[in-house]
């Protein structure tokens, strides 16, 4: 079940619409978003417009509609798919035109997908999950969510194969961010997750999450960590918007802690709950 959107026509998910010579799929020259709903209503929905505003103007793609035009779009496209909870990807690419590198003087293509959302089994946020380390071989500006997705495709993969559910990614050491998730540490009561730079994105779950800290007392601090220091946590979780707080529970075979999702945890993901049902109603 799902709708498809693109160029200002809704289509079946099934139907094939991109041009061949359609920047997003001849260079991957475009950027995304990823939403989720709840009960029809989307969360966080000004956050990730403004992201997407945000990775639009660092690839220099200049939009003709303001940010009110895509929030009415994404929220009449959901109404359009009557799904309840669904997920909303929503790409900007550089539009069609004769492939060149040099950017063409056309308009933007602006695709979406509404897909209902098959919830992640309940006992991955019971028992936890298995993860590996793998280097971090993304670009310098991975603040951008952009299109292209092949090294955080790779280490995913990697994961999958053995049998993991996420990579970590690191540079030099330093844990960077997951394939397509945030990364937090726990160590002594103190809620730990990478700093905002170019090598990161800024989630939006890591913002909120950072924020119920705030707001509950629960002392967190955005510092770097390493490899090493992760291993040595308390506990480790990671967040997206799909996820939300996922717990972290072996590392490359190597157990977090008592190997058990923790205590903290488990509590920012009741607050992370709650704080969904404040906004949706
Ligand atoms: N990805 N880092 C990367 C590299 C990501 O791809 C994502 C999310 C995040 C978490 O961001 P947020 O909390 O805003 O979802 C961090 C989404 C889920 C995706 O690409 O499908």
Request: hydrophobic share 40%; net charge neutral; charged share 25%.
């Amino acid at each position: 079940m799902g709708l498809g959107f693109f160029n200002g026509k809704y289509i079946p998910l099934d139907e094939p619409v991109i041009p061949i010579e359609e920047r997003g799929h001849q260079f991957g020259d475009g950027v995304y978003e990823m939403i989720r709903v709840y009960k029809g209503k989307p969360f966080k929905l000004n956050e990730h417009v403004e992201r997407l505003f945000n990775s639009a103007n660092a690839i220099n793609l200049p939009l003709e509609n303001d940010k009110s035009y895509f929030i009415d779009l994404i929220l009449h496209t959901i109404k359009v798919s009557g799904l309840l909870e669904c997920t909303v990807y929503l790409q900007i690419t550089r539009g069609i035109a004769t492939r060149n590198h040099i950017f063409p003087d056309v308009p933007v293509s602006i695709s979406m997908t509404v897909k209902e959302i098959t919830p992640l089994d309940p006992a991955l946020y019971e028992n936890g999950v298995n993860v590996i380390f793998h280097e971090d071989e993304r670009w310098a500006n991975c603040y951008i969510k952009s299109l292209n997705l092949l090294p955080n495709v790779l280490a995913r993969q990697k994961a999958n194969e053995k049998g993991c559910f996420e990579a970590i990614l690191y540079r030099d050491e330093w844990v960077t961010e997951g394939s397509s998730s945030n990364v937090f540490i726990v160590k002594n009561g103190i809620v730990y997750t990478t700093p905002l730079s170019k090598r990161i994105l800024e989630g939006v779950t890591r913002g909120v999450v950072i924020q119920i800290c705030k707001k509950h007392d629960i002392h967190s601090i955005e510092k770097s960590f390493t490899k090493n220091q992760l291993l040595d946590a308390d506990e480790v979780f990671i967040t997206n918007t799909t996820g939300e707080i996922i717990p972290i529970v072996k590392v490359d075979n190597v157990k977090i802690g008592p190997g058990i999702p923790g205590k903290v945890t488990k509590r920012l993901h009741r607050l992370f709950i709650q704080e969904i049902m404040n906004e949706i109603g």
